[in-house]
């Protein structure tokens, strides 16, 4: 803080168990990169490799360092887990996290079937081997999961393992959580919220309205993902409410 302004709410710091802020990298160079952890690291948590773009990435090691090296912890996107797993490839998918040396990894079934007692087993095992976020929901748009299987699918996971699960959205956050004109689905959202612990879950919300959504309804550590790297210094603003949208948030009455 550049000025002891009161009733700004508290933020846990780093490393946090709520209020995390998950950052997406499509493909940061190097440079980008550094210049990102130097104008906001301090507010990120995790930087996600997007979906399987690690494995085309230049100076990938690299820019994990860069990352590393300001207390960010960084993971290859589900995606790159079903990519492997589809290919019936899950030995070298661990390899190839173990080459990196990664202590977090996701995994996801968006864009494959995946029998969830399966995808489950999966969780258990790769928990043995990092730290595991799960993500629930299908990026595939015609894909309806009711809303008591996304609890339960929840529940099931972070009983297999997973630290945490994430509520899927796409990075254009018209999917899953959200309707597709970007607004939230409330019905869904409200009944995660009232049987997965808060702390448990990461939600997806790439857009300004669905980040102040969530901090209205869940205050300022709510766990938010899929932030643009040029959105993160923003965001935080969304938290502390210094920003018109969650302005008097935070005031007392």
Same mark, same amino acid.
């Given at each position: 803080?550049?000025?002891?302004?009161?009733?700004?709410?508290?933020?846990?710091? &780093?490393?946090?168990?709520? %209020?995390? *802020?998950?950052?997406? @990298? #499509? %493909?940061?160079?190097?440079?980008e990169a550094e210049d990102l952890v130097d104008g906001s690291g301090e507010?990120?948590?995790?930087?996600?490799?997007?979906? +399987?773009?690690?494995?085309?990435? /230049?100076?990938?090691?690299? #820019?994990?360092?860069?990352?590393?090296?300001?207390?960010?912890?960084?993971?290859?996107? %589900?995606?790159?887990?079903?990519?492997?797993?589809?290919? !019936?490839?899950? @030995?070298?998918?661990?390899?190839?996290?173990?080459?990196?040396?990664?202590?977090?990894?996701?995994?996801?079934? +968006?864009?494959?079937?995946?029998?969830?007692?399966? &995808?489950?087993?999966?969780?258990?095992?790769?928990?043995?081997? =990092? *730290?595991?976020?799960?993500?629930?929901?299908? &990026?595939?748009? +015609?894909?309806?999961? /009711?809303?008591?299987?996304?609890?339960?699918?929840?529940?099931?996971?972070?009983? =297999?393992?997973?630290?945490?699960?994430?509520?899927?959205?796409?990075?254009?956050?018209?999917?899953?959580?959200?309707?597709?004109?970007?607004?939230? !689905? *409330?019905?869904?959202?409200?009944?995660?919220?009232?049987?997965? &612990?808060?702390?448990?879950?990461?939600?997806?919300?790439?857009?300004?309205?669905?980040?102040?959504?969530?901090? #209205?309804?869940?205050?300022? !550590?709510?766990?938010? %993902? !899929?932030?643009?790297?040029?959105?993160?210094?923003?965001?935080?603003?969304?938290?502390? +409410?210094?920003?018109?949208? *969650?302005?008097?948030?935070?005031?007392?009455?």
């Amino acid at each position: 803080m550049n000025f002891n302004l009161p009733h700004i709410p508290s933020r846990e710091v &780093k490393p946090r168990n709520s %209020g995390v *802020t998950m950052v997406m @990298d #499509k %493909g940061l160079s190097l440079r980008e990169a550094e210049d990102l952890v130097d104008g906001s690291g301090e507010f990120i948590d995790f930087v996600k490799f997007g979906f +399987g773009t690690s494995i085309i990435t /230049p100076r990938l090691k690299e #820019k994990i360092r860069v990352y590393r090296q300001a207390n960010i912890r960084t993971y290859f996107g %589900g995606t790159l887990f079903e990519a492997f797993l589809i290919r !019936n490839m899950v @030995d070298d998918y661990k390899r190839f996290i173990d080459e990196y040396e990664l202590d977090l990894l996701e995994v996801s079934d +968006g864009s494959m079937e995946l029998d969830h007692d399966l &995808k489950c087993k999966y969780i258990s095992e790769l928990a043995k081997h =990092a *730290t595991v976020i799960s993500e629930v929901g299908s &990026k595939q748009a +015609g894909v309806h999961i /009711p809303q008591d299987k996304w609890v339960s699918m929840m529940k099931k996971e972070l009983d =297999a393992g997973a630290w945490k699960v994430i509520a899927e959205a796409r990075e254009s956050g018209n999917i899953g959580i959200y309707n597709a004109d970007h607004s939230a !689905n *409330t019905d869904l959202i409200d009944d995660i919220v009232h049987n997965v &612990k808060n702390e448990n879950v990461l939600w997806e919300a790439p857009i300004k309205s669905q980040q102040a959504w969530f901090i #209205k309804l869940l205050g300022a !550590n709510v766990n938010l %993902g !899929n932030i643009a790297p040029n959105e993160v210094i923003s965001l935080e603003t969304l938290r502390l +409410g210094l920003r018109g949208d *969650t302005f008097f948030q935070f005031l007392p009455k």
